[in-house]
Each structure stands twice: as structure tokens, then as C-alpha cells.
């Protein structure tokens, strides 16, 4: 078994759809404003409006995306403007993770592992 689909749920597919599309640096040909593929690798990311109106989000779930290198991409969503939760910090566990908010507020991770 493997996962299928992570799918963030939006009042907004367009705008959040853009924001992954520019962070991931994917472009998918669509501006369906109900549902976008983002990735389709293995897992899917999409974006869907399901006509729920979605004003609150507790952090109840984390996505984490593994990059070459945290330090860098750190400094390029400063310059996006992203909303830093917290800056690259080495974890107990080997990565070193930054984490950050979408513009819905879902809260996103980075995180590296040392070339060995």
C-alpha cells in the first residue's frame, strides 16, 4: 500500500494552486478554479474546493517535502514573502527543517538531509 493523494482543501484553488505551482516550481496547464493536479509522481498533490467555506485552520496536519538544500530554499520564500513559522534548525532526528504557512495557513516543511 502507498499513498495516493494528499489533497489540501481550499475556498480558493486558483491562489493556492499558483502558490504550489510557484513554490514547487510545476507548471500543470490548468486553471480549473475547483480542482488542480499539482504533482502526479507517485503521490498526487491537489488543490479542491468541495463548496465548504474553510476560514480556519488548527495545524492539525503537516506536509513535509524533502529538498537538496533547506538553507537555500529558506531564503527563497523570504523572498516570495512566505509566512516563516520557523527558520532551518537541525532535528534530533538528522534533518535539518524549516516550516512555513500557505496562503491558506496550512503549515508546510522543508527539510534536508546531510550528504553523507
Request: aromatic residues 12%.
Given at each position: 500500500m502507498k499513498v495516493g493523494e494528499v489533497c489540501f482543501m481550499t475556498?480558493?484553488?486558483i491562489r493556492l494552486s499558483e502558490?504550489?505551482?510557484?513554490?514547487?516550481?510545476?507548471?500543470?496547464?490548468?486553471?480549473?478554479?475547483v480542482h488542480q493536479a499539482i504533482l502526479t509522481e507517485e503521490t498526487s498533490l491537489t488543490i479542491y474546493n468541495d463548496g465548504l467555506v474553510r476560514n480556519v485552520n488548527p495545524h492539525n496536519i503537516c506536509i513535509a517535502f524533502t529538498v537538496n538544500d533547506v538553507d537555500m530554499e529558506y531564503e527563497r520564500l523570504k523572498n516570495m514573502g512566505v509566512e516563516i513559522v520557523d527558520p532551518p534548525t537541525m532535528r534530533p532526528w538528522g534533518?535539518?527543517?524549516?516550516?512555513?504557512?500557505?496562503?491558506?495557513?496550512?503549515?508546510?516543511?522543508?527539510?534536508?538531509?546531510?550528504?553523507?
Open positions: 475556498s480558493d484553488v502558490f504550489y505551482k510557484t513554490l514547487l516550481g510545476v507548471e500543470n496547464g490548468s486553471s480549473d478554479p534533518a535539518k527543517n524549516m516550516s512555513f504557512l500557505d496562503p491558506d495557513h496550512n503549515l508546510i516543511t522543508f527539510r534536508s538531509f546531510p550528504v553523507e
